[in-house]
């Protein structure tokens, strides 16, 4: 059985940072690009970021271009989400999701099989 659970969320005040962590299981990690997404009320799952299952390949939305970076560990089978900067229009739910095996990192939800329940984010003005 997959499971993916994302920790490191939290309040905080606008300019600050958090680090978000999903702990992958019941499946081969490495086989699977990663990704983010977030859900603020009222609003569509939206993208956030990607990365390939090599690492080797990164996209994100425009939005968090420069602010964010994601990465892994393949060898604790988990992906990070470093948010730097942040801003209240980042207040949203974020998910953790994993892809398909072996292809290459996609931006829409439906290319994700596998997802976590997800880990608040709240940013003060």
């Known amino acids: 059985q997959v499971q993916l659970v994302e920790s490191g969320g939290g309040l905080v005040q606008t300019g600050g940072s958090l680090r978000l962590s999903c702990a992958a299981s019941?499946?081969?990690?490495?086989?699977?690009?990663m990704g983010w997404f977030r859900q603020a009320p009222g609003q569509e799952r939206e993208f956030v970021s990607t990365i390939s299952w090599s690492g080797g390949t990164t996209l994100y939305t425009d939005s968090v271009k420069g602010r964010f970076t994601i990465s892994r560990d393949n060898a604790e089978n988990t992906v990070y989400l470093q948010m730097n900067s942040l801003k209240p229009e980042d207040t949203a739910v974020y998910y953790c999701?994993?892809?398909?095996?072996?292809?290459?990192?996609?931006?829409?939800?439906?290319?994700?099989?596998?997802w976590g329940r997800g880990t608040q984010v709240t940013v003060s003005s």
């Open positions: 999701a994993a892809g398909k095996r072996w292809h290459a990192p996609e931006t829409t939800p439906a290319s994700f099989n596998y």
């Open positions: 019941g499946l081969t990690f490495d086989w699977y690009p």
